[in-house]
């Protein structure tokens, strides 16, 4: 038997992903995302209200970084979601985030956060959504597996659960992508 919750905004996983920006001046800012994903071939898709100052600097800088929220830094992560950039100016320092100028986008790289795609900003939709070509990605030499790729076990990236209000931890392998169900062929 099923049980029906009616119309909800509940959708798994949902990455906590946190959105790095230079405003102006050349201040780093970063926002906690939960609204975005992939949207086609090289590019990503996120979703923010246009009061936000993240917003506000991408559409400046024409870049932005998305870093993984990872099991280490979930206190930071989710700060980073509470207080609004507008705000509170020194939040990155609050969060304890360092950043780095990424070399291929006028956006920071937060160094604490392990992964980070590195985006140029390709147009604003009618809805305000943000489509960005990803032009890198970096990786922390630690979260790199014996493949010489990303290990998603050693990154421990977080989702949102919206049901709970939770971060969980993603990583654990169970199956083979376009490998396992070919067992039914």
């Excluded at 246009?50 to 979930?74: E, Q």
């Amino acid at each position: 038997m099923r049980k029906d919750f009616g119309v909800k905004t509940w959708f798994y996983p949902l990455p906590v992903l946190i959105v790095g920006t230079y405003d102006e001046n050349g201040k780093a800012n970063a926002m906690n995302a939960a609204w975005g994903g992939i949207y086609d071939t090289n590019q990503v898709i996120i979703c923010l209200s246009p009061g936000h100052k993240t917003a506000k600097n991408i559409h400046a800088k024409k870049a932005f970084t998305i870093s993984f929220a990872d099991a280490d830094h979930v206190v930071a992560a989710d700060y980073v979601g509470i207080a609004s950039g507008n705000k509170v100016p020194d939040k990155m320092e609050k969060a304890g985030f360092t950043t780095e100028k990424s070399v291929f986008v006028d956006a920071p790289i937060i160094r604490e956060l392990p992964m980070a795609l590195e985006c140029r900003l390709i147009k604003t939709t009618e809805e305000g959504n943000f489509i960005g070509e990803i032009v890198n990605i970096s990786a922390d030499e630690k979260i790199i597996g014996e493949d010489d790729l990303i290990d998603a076990e050693k990154l421990q990236a977080i989702c949102y659960d919206p049901v709970h209000h939770d971060y969980l931890v993603l990583g654990k392998k169970v199956g083979k992508a376009f490998s396992d169900g070919k067992s039914l062929e």
